[in-house]
Structures are given as structure tokens and as C-alpha cells.
């Protein structure tokens, strides 16, 4: 006696019995399997993906960068985070105590947001106002002003400052009295806190 072979199963459309390795049913033509997806849906898939991927990466470096830059430096105020040691400590005797005849202003003074602290040194902290100015332009900014005799007295001074980045020099306007302000060049901002 002949065996006689089951298909293994049915076509979902007519109902019909198709063999197990058919594609199509015999019957009606329908599809017994499912088709790949076309490969450009594929590559669409993992487009989105890459690109929400990176778009969270940057996001989260950002955030990371953001989060350890920490605020704005106030002018008489300490850059790392007050203690309640810190706070409790007196000076020590050698240091005298402030004067409150001195010219310059005792305010405190935030630089805007954003500006990155390039050098401590000197009468004059400087920082980069904008990403596009570089620490290097902005240290050589305020060595000019302080050349020309700019102190932050209010008086707007034009200085010469090269630029190792472009290889250009610019002229750069610098006036304030809290926070000396220069602007100039390829759009450079520079700010000067005593």
C-alpha cells in the first residue's frame, strides 16, 4: 500500500491543501509565505534607528557637558561648590581685609551663558563668549587690552589682537566697566572680568 502524503497545510485564502515547500497554492495562486520585506524598508528601518541613535548620543554628551561646566562664575565668588567647612573656616590673620574704597566694583558679575573660562591669570579673567573663539584668540585679546591700558574703567578701546586660527589680524572694540565686553574680528566675543 502506497503512502499517500498530507499536505502540511492550507492555503489562507481558499482553504485548499497546499504542499508544504509551494510558495503559491495551486489552487487560487495566493501566496502560502510570507514575502520579505523590499531591502529599501529595510535600509529605511535602520536609517531611523542610526540616526536616533546618534541624535540621542549627542544629546546625552551635551547634557554630560552641560551638567559639568556647571554655572556662570560670579566675580569675588569661588568656581568649585561652597562647604559647610569652607563656610565656617575664618581667613588666616595674614590676609587683610577687604577694602570697600577700592575702584573697582564690588558687585558680583555673571558672565553670560555659555562662555568658556579660558585663563585665570593676570588682572584680567578672560573667556570665550561664543564657540567660535577660541581660548587662544581670547587670551590674546585681553594681553592687548591690558597693553593699551584698558583696566575696565568704562572707556571703550580699540585694540589689534592676532588670530592663530585663521592667521588674521583683527580689530577688536572693548568697553565696559563690571565686565569688559570686546567684539570684532570674524565675530569673536571676548569677556574680560577683573
Not at 61 to 83: C, E, I
Not at 90 to 117: D, F, I
Not at 119 to 142: H, N, Q, W
Request: aromatic content about 6%; glycine content about 12%.
Amino acid at each position: 500500500m502506497g503512502s499517500v502524503m498530507e499536505p502540511l497545510q492550507t492555503c489562507p485564502k481558499c482553504g485548499a491543501p497546499v504542499r508544504a515547500d509551494a510558495a503559491r497554492c495551486d489552487a487560487c495562486g495566493a501566496r502560502t509565505v510570507a514575502e520579505p520585506p523590499p531591502p529599501w524598508r529595510v535600509r529605511a528601518v535602520v536609517g531611523v534607528v542610526l540616526v536616533l541613535f546618534v541624535g540621542a548620543a549627542i544629546w546625552g554628551v551635551g547634557w554630560v557637558k552641560g551638567q559639568w561646566s556647571g554655572s556662570p562664575t560670579a566675580v569675588g565668588s569661588s568656581t568649585t561648590a561652597p562647604s559647610a567647612r569652607a563656610t565656617t573656616t575664618p581667613a588666616p590673620p595674614s590676609q587683610p581685609a577687604p577694602s570697600t574704597t577700592t575702584s573697582r566694583p564690588t558687585s558680583t558679575v555673571a558672565v553670560p551663558g555659555g562662555s568658556r573660562l579660558c585663563d585665570k591669570g593676570g588682572d584680567l579673567r578672560a573667556y570665550a563668549g561664543t564657540p567660535r573663539t577660541s581660548c587662544s584668540f581670547a587670551l590674546t585679546v585681553r594681553d592687548a587690552f591690558v597693553g593699551a591700558g584698558g583696566v575696565g574703567d568704562g572707556s571703550s578701546r580699540q585694540v589689534r589682537a592676532h588670530s592663530t586660527v585663521t592667521d588674521t589680524t583683527y580689530t577688536i572694540t572693548c568697553g565696559g566697566k563690571a565686565l569688559v565686553t570686546c567684539r570684532g574680528g570674524n565675530n569673536a566675543v571676548i569677556y574680560l572680568l577683573p
